[in-house]
């Protein structure tokens, strides 16, 4: 059984930071690229961040890039998300999201809340 299950999320002032995990289970992680989505209350899912299988390419939405950095540990299977100078507008839903060639996965999520 595939299970993607983010952590790390929470309440957070703006301006502050906060990092995401997603442990990927029942897949060989390593052959797959992989994304951070985010889905604000009422709107549409986007994506964040993703990276290739080996993590040398990566690519940001205009509205993270400078402040978010994905990352990923083949060896434990896992893709993180630091994020840092949090804004109000980073509320959001935050789902990781694993994809190969016939076949691709997502997790349950985890929420972010900036707020003061």
């Known amino acids: 059984q595939v299970q993607l299950v983010e952590s790390g999320g929470g309440l957070v002032q703006p301006g502050g930071s906060l990092r995401l995990s997603c442990v990927a289970s029942?897949?060989?992680?390593?052959?797959?690229?992989v994304a951070w989505y985010r889905q604000p209350l009422g709107k549409e899912r986007e994506l964040v961040a993703e990276?290739?299988?080996?993590?040398?390419?990566?690519n940001y939405a205009e509205s993270v890039r400078g402040r978010f950095t994905i990352s990923r540990d083949n060896a434990k299977n896992t893709v993180y998300l630091q994020m840092n100078r949090l804004k109000p507008e980073d509320t959001a839903m935050y789902y990781c999201?694993?994809?190969?060639?016939?076949?691709?996965?997502w997790g349950q999520g985890t929420q972010v809340t900036v707020s003061s």
């Open positions: 990276t290739t299988s080996t993590g040398s390419v990566t």
């Open positions: 029942g897949i060989t992680f390593s052959r797959y690229a």
């Open positions: 999201y694993a994809i190969r060639v016939g076949s691709d996965y």
